[in-house]
């Protein structure tokens, strides 16, 4: 399959402290992308890192790709509540144009 | 920020019927995405569109499944004949491609429901 795997599944923790999620893909990228979906609604781009790059940052997140281990990771340092959301990372590879997504972890953050 | 319409939010069908779900894309983007997530699960693939035609699709979108432009300004999926598998929620993307690589706009979905 295509399709991104993540891990964890669901993650919760508390306010304050860093959540991180890691997405691994099989395939040869030309971008890895992360994605956040609060519940019943559309999802919302975060973050975008290209295949030459090794980490990018935005605000709290940190983002940090591996192509040698077809792996990306998600940080969210000094988590709120209003994080509490589903993430999905997505890859574009190839000569296609389409995002495939991970399979997406839950985050709950406890106030 | 510009936004991706769709209509209608929730659409309740019987098996066997027709349905026909609208995305209205951000004026100046140019390729144009149908995704599906049922359950909140994984998000699916399943049509790209450009310069008014398909451009990719996955195994999921069989024949059963068409898209258009009719009118330059809302992009349809139809579901020829619907099934219960396919309730899900249905999300329309868009993105600007002028170069490089570019995030894509996604619609707050419908949740098509087939009874």
């Known amino acids: 399959s295509q399709q991104g795997e993540e891990d964890p599944q669901a993650l919760s923790i508390q306010e304050g402290e860093n959540a991180t999620m890691n997405c691994s893909y099989k395939t040869s990228i030309n971008n890895l992308q992360w994605y956040r979906q609060n519940s019943g609604r559309g999802l919302v781009h975060l973050i975008l890192i290209r295949s030459n790059e090794r980490e990018k940052h935005s605000g709290r997140l940190r983002v940090t790709l591996d192509t040698s281990k077809k792996s990306s990771s998600l940080l969210i340092t000094a988590s709120r509540a209003a994080d509490t959301a589903s993430y999905f990372c997505?890859?574009?590879?190839?000569?296609?144009?389409?995002?495939?997504f991970g399979t997406g972890t839950l985050l709950a953050v406890q106030p | 920020e510009p936004e991706v319409t769709q209509t209608p939010s929730h659409q309740v069908t019987q098996m066997g019927q027709e349905v026909i779900l609208r995305c209205v894309p951000i004026s100046n983007h140019l390729y144009f995405y149908w995704y599906r997530q049922i359950l909140g699960q994984k998000v699916e693939f399943l049509v790209s569109f450009y310069n008014n035609e398909i451009s990719e699709k996955s195994e999921i979108f069989d024949d059963q499944f068409s898209v258009e432009r009719p009118d330059g300004s809302n992009f349809t999926l139809k579901i020829r004949s619907t099934k219960l598998e396919d309730s899900a929620m249905y999300f329309c993307a868009t993105q600007k491609r002028t170069g490089g690589a570019e995030k894509l706009f996604f619609g707050s979905g419908t949740q098509l429901s087939v009874l």
């Open positions: 997505a890859f574009e590879g190839g000569a296609t144009n389409k995002l495939i």
